[in-house]
């Protein structure tokens, strides 16, 4: 059996209260490391799939795809 809550229940209710425990710190450091390695892994390779990559292995509008998925990262973190 399942429910679901009206959003004004659930939504941008965060408690600050951890900050201070040093578990909240490893699971966020935690999940950014891993998010940084999936979206770079997923970047590359979908840009060398798609022969994008330069001869440095860089492709173009890299820093703008890493900003907008760390910013909508943490949009949808809240």
């Known amino acids: ?3 679901v809550e ?3 229940l659930v939504a941008g209710r965060m408690d600050f209260s951890g900050f201070l425990d040093g578990s909240l710190w490893e699971a ?3 999940f950014l490391y891993v998010d940084l390695l999936d979206t770079t892994a997923t970047l590359f390779a ?3 799939f ?3 990559m330069d001869g440095s292995g860089n492709f173009e509008g890299q820093r703008v ?3 907008v ?3 909508m990262t ?3 973190a809240v």
Do not use: C, E, R, Y
Request: hydrophobic letters at 60%.
């Open 6 to 8: 009206p959003m004004n």
């Open 28 to 30: 966020v450091f935690t």
């Open 65 to 67: 795809a890493f900003l």
């Open 50 to 52: 798609a022969g994008l």
């Open 69 to 71: 998925d760390g910013f």
């Open 74 to 76: 943490s949009i949808g």
């Open 46 to 48: 979908m840009a060398k």
């Open 1 to 3: 059996v399942a429910s």
